[in-house]
């Protein structure tokens, strides 16, 4: 199957499916997704997260939790194809920013590495350049939620206020904090609030 068939035949099962990891671990399983870009998603198996964050395991696993978390949303954002692609690439920077610091697994500046990375993977289809961009802006803020709540000296409020769709955004903060394992209910809620706070903060000025 080419390329852009392959892409249209993911992005379908993106925008229809309950949960979409089940025909992308088929994928997988299978070694179609073995050639460029889409080899860039396999390697995300190996690369390991802090279990403090991610008891799910490696980021391929936390990526599948995140995009069946996400097509729970799907019927709430403006931009289904934009939202449910930047979920399935959000973390695509940790291929090369992933790495042991004083014994835990950390991956700093993954979301503006991604940025280039998750444009640099939608290059090789035929897609239109404002697509290529709304994912890739979605995945530059995908942390953002966490810098603002956690006051962290590391968000970009001005860029993420004037280039992000903060809708579609508040719902992949919702698709990533909690697409990952061994969460209660009070943690659930936590995040949950946040969100809103987020919504109440940035959507209604």
Do not use: C
Not at 84 to 101: E, F, N, P, Q, V
């Amino acid at each position: 199957m080419k390329l852009q068939e392959k892409f249209n035949e993911i992005e379908k099962h993106l925008l229809e499916d309950e949960k979409p990891s089940i025909y992308l671990n088929e994928l997988k399983t299978s070694g179609e997704l073995s050639v460029e870009p889409f080899k860039w998603l396999i390697s995300l198996e190996k690369i390991e997260q802090s279990p403090k964050h991610h008891l799910e395991g490696d980021v391929w696993i936390h990526t599948m939790m995140v995009v069946d978390k996400g097509s729970s949303y799907r019927e709430y954002v403006e931009d289904k194809k934009v939202f449910m692609w930047a979920l399935l690439l959000h973390d695509l920077g940790k291929r090369s920013t992933t790495k042991l610091r004083k014994g835990r697994w950390t991956s700093y500046d993954h979301d503006k590495v991604g940025r280039k990375d998750s444009y640099d993977f939608l290059s090789y289809f035929k897609l239109d350049e404002e697509f290529k961009s709304k994912v890739s802006i979605l995945v530059r803020y995908h942390m953002h939620l966490l810098f603002i709540m956690n006051k962290l000296p590391y968000g970009d409020i001005k860029g993420m206020k004037k280039e992000a769709n903060l809708h579609d955004l508040s719902y992949v903060f919702l698709s990533d904090r909690l697409g990952r394992g061994g969460m209660d209910k009070e943690e659930i809620e936590k995040v949950e609030k946040e969100v809103e706070s987020f919504r109440n903060k940035f959507l209604k000025q």
